[in-house]
């Protein structure tokens, strides 16, 4: 997967250069459409432009379908090309469209938020949201090329700049200890973002390369996410301010810390760190304990579950994660103690 962290213009002329595609469909949001689109739009050759509705309220099979009569309206070929401008929503749905359209036709990310700029452009995982469950139908393919440019970054609001740092926090966490030492002394905005977009990308490259479709080795990508994914549908389901999928990683980061310094895998003061730095950086969430066990059942319906077993990425020394650690009912219960 080839992934050019470099101005979109030159970026782009490089991608197109050797190729000979019979159109070009460049997807957005609505708030892609107002602020990105107009940085590229005469970048791009001819091409038609479909815009969906923002938020993860839209990454539905219903938005899909709208995405595919688009294509079809536009007569697109196999060789046609799909460009994705937008964050997470955009590149999942949109590369999913695509993969799925006439069993598969090129498309390439170009992330407009960061935590899409590090997560979820690289790695070809692409999906909807289904029936309640987050990503619960989609595929694994990867895209022609990612586009990453961070100037795209300055209209993003700072809670979802706030919400991508979380996913760069997790990288240093689980494999660069050193990297951690750096950031872990720093506020939000004196932290270097270009240098940790690489760093970050370079990590979930590798990751993703020793282990694509996530058998073993990239599920430590999930670390913070078990409890983290509980967290944000409870607070979706509950109707209560939404977190958003950083702020509710970033908590889970917390309590599956907490899980790993009681089974001696990290020590207190790692995760008195860890807390310190989260809770710095993002404030408590805070949950009653009468509602510990609805949020527990929500992690049974993790995919890295087998079975009835939560089987979690749990943090194993700094800047080292295992996988699939089974923990208990009871292991969640005293971690979510936390946010009480
Ligand atoms: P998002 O796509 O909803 O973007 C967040 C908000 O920022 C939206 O309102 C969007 O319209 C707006 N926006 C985007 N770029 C902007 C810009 N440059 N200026 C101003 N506004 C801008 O959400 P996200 O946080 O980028 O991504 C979250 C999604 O990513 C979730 O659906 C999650 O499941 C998915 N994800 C996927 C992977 C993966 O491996 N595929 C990994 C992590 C997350
Ligand atoms: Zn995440």
């Not at 999942?92 to 452009?121: E, H, N, W």
Request: charged share 25%; net charge neutral; glycine share 8%.
């Amino acid at each position: 997967m080839s992934v050019q962290i470099a101005p979109f213009s030159s970026a782009i002329a490089t991608y197109l250069a050797d190729k000979s595609y019979s159109s070009v469909f460049v997807i957005t949001d609505t708030n892609t459409k107002k602020y990105c689109y107009p940085l590229v739009r005469d970048l791009l050759p001819k091409h038609v432009h479909f815009t969906i509705k923002s938020g993860e309220e839209n990454k539905t099979l219903a938005t899909c379908e709208l995405i595919w009569e688009a294509m079809t309206n536009a007569n697109l070929d196999r060789h046609a090309l799909v460009i994705n401008l937008g964050g997470g929503v955009v590149g999942d749905m949109g590369g999913f469209c695509a993969a799925t359209y006439k069993r598969g036709i090129d498309f390439i990310q170009v992330p407009t938020t960061l935590l899409a700029q590090v997560d979820a452009s690289v790695g070809g995982k692409l999906g909807i949201d289904f029936h309640g469950f987050k990503n619960h139908i989609g595929v694994f393919t990867l895209p022609q090329s990612v586009l990453i440019d961070a100037d795209f970054l300055k209209t993003l609001p700072e809670r979802e700049l706030r919400s991508g740092f979380a996913e760069v926090v997790k990288h240093c966490l689980i494999q660069d200890a050193n990297k951690w030492s750096e950031i872990k002394v720093k506020d939000l905005a004196d932290q270097n973002l270009a240098d940790l977009i690489a760093h970050s990308v370079e990590i979930k490259k590798k990751v993703v390369a020793a282990d694509p479709t996530e058998k073993g080795l990239r599920k430590i990508l999930n670390f913070g996410h078990t409890l983290g994914h509980a967290i944000e549908t409870f607070f979706l389901d509950q109707g209560k301010n939404r977190l958003l999928h950083g702020e509710a990683i970033a908590a889970g980061m917390v309590a599956e810390s907490y899980i790993a310094f009681a089974k001696n895998m990290i020590s207190e003061k790692t995760l008195s760190d860890i807390e310190e730095f989260i809770f710095s950086v993002y404030g408590n969430v805070s949950i009653s304990e009468a509602d510990f066990d609805s949020i527990i059942k929500l992690t049974l319906q993790d995919k890295k579950n087998k079975g009835t077993e939560v089987r979690a990425s749990v943090l194993n020394g700094l800047g080292s994660c295992a996988y699939d650690v089974v923990i208990t009912k009871a292991d969640m219960k005293k971690a979510l103690k936390y946010y009480s």
